[in-house]
């Protein structure tokens, strides 16, 4: 099993900062199948990239995603107060695929 | 519009079954996979498991926590997954959503709006 370790925990940025979130597989992500998802409290998670690198339907593009092999990273470019929620990671190449623990983006 | 509706939890005491519906529209199910994905409340993201598309003749797979407890099922001409849950336990209770993966397509890109199992006597 792959296991994703998301840092860091928690993140406390001002609206209009940068954020950057990293994802670190236990073993390489086949075919950089490696996804990113939003959730606000109450609500199901939103796609936000997938394949590492490549931004989902009517995502804005501050948020960008890249990386290969053990190694991700998701950034947003400048943080918008609809921004302020949980990020996690995921890996889809391997069976059984798995999360990472999240990092929460709070407004400092 | 692609959606897909969750449905069927409730509570359930320790030991009990419970079965889930994941009702699709706005797309061509056989072409998807769908994914069952959990959450604690308080808690990250917990997958599942899957059944895969037609061309991948629907297998399924399980996470090694609900495997041999959990069976994934689809009826194609119902548009409709399922999840049924059997000798549930008490660290089962979570709020359960389905999500698909179109065949070709990016994984996640609809959920469903999620249903609560608690699993308590």
């Known amino acids: 099993e792959i296991v994703l370790t998301q840092s860091p925990g928690t993140l406390s940025l001002s609206p209009g900062e940068g954020a950057t979130l990293s994802c670190r597989a236990s073993?390489?992500?086949?075919?950089?199948?490696l996804a990113w998802f939003q959730q606000k409290p109450g609500q199901a998670p939103r796609l936000l990239i997938y394949?590492?690198?490549n931004r989902a339907t009517g995502i804005p593009d501050r948020f960008s995603g890249s990386g290969s092999g053990t190694d991700f990273t998701l950034t947003i470019s400048r943080l918008e107060p609809e921004d302020f929620a949980v990020y996690y990671c995921?890996?889809?190449?391997?069976?059984?695929?798995?999360f990472g623990g999240g990092t929460k983006v709070e407004i400092k | 519009e692609v959606q897909l509706v969750d449905s069927g939890g409730g509570l359930v005491q320790p030991g009990g079954s419970l079965k889930l519906s994941c009702a699709a529209s706005g797309f061509t199910f056989t072409d998807s996979a769908i994914h069952w994905v959990r959450q604690a409340s308080g808690k990250g993201l917990e997958w599942v498991g899957r059944i895969r598309s037609k061309p991948n003749n629907y297998a399924t797979t399980y996470a090694a926590s609900v495997r041999g407890r959990f069976t994934i099922s689809r009826d194609n001409s119902k548009n409709t997954a399922y999840l049924l849950m059997n000798s549930l336990k008490t660290e089962d209770t979570a709020v359960y959503y389905c999500?698909?993966?179109?065949?070709?397509?990016?994984?996640?890109?609809?959920w469903g709006q999620g249903t609560l199992v608690t699993v308590s006597s």
């Open positions: 999500t698909r993966h179109e065949i070709l397509g990016p994984p996640g890109d609809n």
């Open positions: 394949g590492a690198s």
């Open positions: 073993q390489s992500v086949s075919s950089s199948y």
């Open positions: 995921q890996q889809y190449g391997s069976s059984p695929l798995t």
